[in-house]
């Protein structure tokens, strides 16, 4: 990225959407990252209130945005929106990245590829091991699915026993052999 006082016409736009998001240190990382790089991007934060999503969703194709990341709570409810859902997000249920597309929005998921890349990087092999989860959300939704397709046997755990409880049987329903 230039400069922030260079920002100009020709700046890709990118960002976070999330409820609340001003405490993301994502803008810090990625513009970080963009003025490394030398791309004429900046990422912005995007408070967007639950009831205001699908506006906002239109509103990043209007003003030209190349992509978002998405967190909570809109990992799941952004799926309405998309025009196009990759597997991972589509078997996960959730979306975290949005990338742009000619009629709209593909979404993705990042959090399988990247967990399993963090595993591989360190030798973690997930075959025959026991893993416990600590969440139900969109995250931990990713991880399950990650270690149960490695070979895992996981255990969830929520604060909302029901959330996990959920998570569970939607994961012994794409994983039957683990149940």
């Known amino acids: 990225m230039t400069p922030m006082n260079a920002i100009n016409g020709r700046t890709k736009l990118v960002g976070v959407m999330g409820w ?9 990382m990625h513009n970080a990252a963009f003025a490394t790089l030398g791309l004429n991007h900046c990422y912005v934060p995007l408070a967007v209130a639950p009831d205001r999503l699908r506006e906002a969703v239109a509103g990043l194709r209007a003003l030209g945005f190349v992509g978002c990341n998405v967190t909570v709570p809109h990992k799941q409810a952004v799926r309405d929106y998309m025009q196009e859902i990759s597997e991972e997000a589509q078997v ?6 949005l990338v742009r597309r000619e009629d709209g929005w593909a979404g993705h998921n990042s959090d399988v590829p990247g967990f399993l890349a963090s595993l591989t990087e360190e030798g973690f092999h997930c075959q025959g091991k026991r893993a416990l989860v600590l969440g139900a959300g969109g995250a931990a939704r990713g991880v399950t699915y990650a270690l149960m397709r490695g070979g895992a046997e996981v255990v969830i755990l929520n604060r909302t026993p029901s959330r996990a409880e959920a998570l569970a049987r939607d994961m012994s329903t794409l994983f039957p052999e683990a149940t």
């Open 92 to 97: 996960v249920g959730a979306v975290n990245t």
């Open 20 to 28: 609340p998001v001003e405490h993301s240190l994502s803008p810090q």
